[in-house]
């Protein structure tokens, strides 16, 4: 059976992530969260001072890019890849809220969208991938022979990411942080001039408000088997 290449782009927090790693489990693919990338370089900005509250010094950045070395490394006890920012296991820092707060800024850089796009694509070169973010199936694959495109309410989506966040003990977090958080990336994220998160023309929309995730991944996986 030849080897596809699947995009799944959406808002932040549908469930793209879940669903990569069902497929990619399923199909024996690789699985690789864009999100992850932008999440380390944002990182990477923070412990540098060149963002914070008050401030964004995008040029100390971009000028910095060149000492930023991203790569995944398959953890066999989780099941799942990692993520390693210059050779530092950063899987748990990148996903706090912090992180969260700046990383939309961080990807409208198109200096650093370039850099990240170029491993992206050679990462699916052997094609048998499943790769999730927001200019997937519209920049770094629009060849791609599965595109999907997930959305869900904003509240359903602030949900689950709150919950997300207690589980992994994040005391400081409330509902309404995360949901402000969830609608500010959803304007970034579509609004910026580079790559915005935008449906492309081929994909088919997902909206899992009220999907359980059994049900998501049959019908996905029937979908995709009309295309393997
Ligand atoms: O998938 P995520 O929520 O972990 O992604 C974090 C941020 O990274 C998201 O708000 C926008 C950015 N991003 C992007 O611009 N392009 C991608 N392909 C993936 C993520």
């Given at each position: 059976m030849s080897k596809i290449i699947i995009a799944i782009d959406g808002?932040?927090?549908?469930g793209k992530s879940t669903l990569a790693k069902q497929l990619a489990k399923e199909l024996h693919y690789v699985y690789v969260d864009t999100g992850a990338m932008y999440r380390a370089v944002t990182l990477y900005a923070m412990r540098n001072q060149y963002i914070d509250d008050q401030q964004f010094d995008k040029k100390a950045l971009i000028s910095d890019l060149k000492n930023i070395k991203l790569h995944f490394v398959f953890n066999d006890d989780k099941g799942l890849a990692e993520m390693y920012l210059n050779d530092k296991n950063v899987e748990n820092e990148i996903r706090t809220l912090e992180v969260s707060q700046f990383v939309s800024q961080v990807s409208t850089i198109s200096e650093v969208r370039k850099k990240l796009v170029e491993q992206q694509q050679e990462m699916g070169k052997e094609r048998g991938i499943v790769m999730d973010g927001r200019?997937?199936?519209?920049?770094?694959?629009?060849?791609?022979e599965v595109k999907l495109f997930m959305t869900a309410s904003a509240d359903k989506r602030a949900k689950r990411r709150y919950k997300e966040l207690l589980d992994r003990g994040?005391?400081?977090?409330s509902y309404e942080r995360v949901l402000k958080n969830v609608e500010s990336r959803d304007y970034i994220d579509s609004t910026?001039?580079?790559?915005?998160l935008t449906k492309a023309d081929d994909a088919i929309e997902i909206d899992?408000?009220?999907?359980?995730l059994e049900e998501q991944f049959e019908r996905i996986m029937s979908l995709i088997s009309t295309r393997l």
């Amino acid at each position: 059976m030849s080897k596809i290449i699947i995009a799944i782009d959406g808002f932040s927090s549908t469930g793209k992530s879940t669903l990569a790693k069902q497929l990619a489990k399923e199909l024996h693919y690789v699985y690789v969260d864009t999100g992850a990338m932008y999440r380390a370089v944002t990182l990477y900005a923070m412990r540098n001072q060149y963002i914070d509250d008050q401030q964004f010094d995008k040029k100390a950045l971009i000028s910095d890019l060149k000492n930023i070395k991203l790569h995944f490394v398959f953890n066999d006890d989780k099941g799942l890849a990692e993520m390693y920012l210059n050779d530092k296991n950063v899987e748990n820092e990148i996903r706090t809220l912090e992180v969260s707060q700046f990383v939309s800024q961080v990807s409208t850089i198109s200096e650093v969208r370039k850099k990240l796009v170029e491993q992206q694509q050679e990462m699916g070169k052997e094609r048998g991938i499943v790769m999730d973010g927001r200019d997937i199936g519209t920049v770094v694959f629009p060849d791609a022979e599965v595109k999907l495109f997930m959305t869900a309410s904003a509240d359903k989506r602030a949900k689950r990411r709150y919950k997300e966040l207690l589980d992994r003990g994040d005391e400081d977090v409330s509902y309404e942080r995360v949901l402000k958080n969830v609608e500010s990336r959803d304007y970034i994220d579509s609004t910026r001039l580079d790559s915005p998160l935008t449906k492309a023309d081929d994909a088919i929309e997902i909206d899992n408000s009220d999907m359980g995730l059994e049900e998501q991944f049959e019908r996905i996986m029937s979908l995709i088997s009309t295309r393997l």
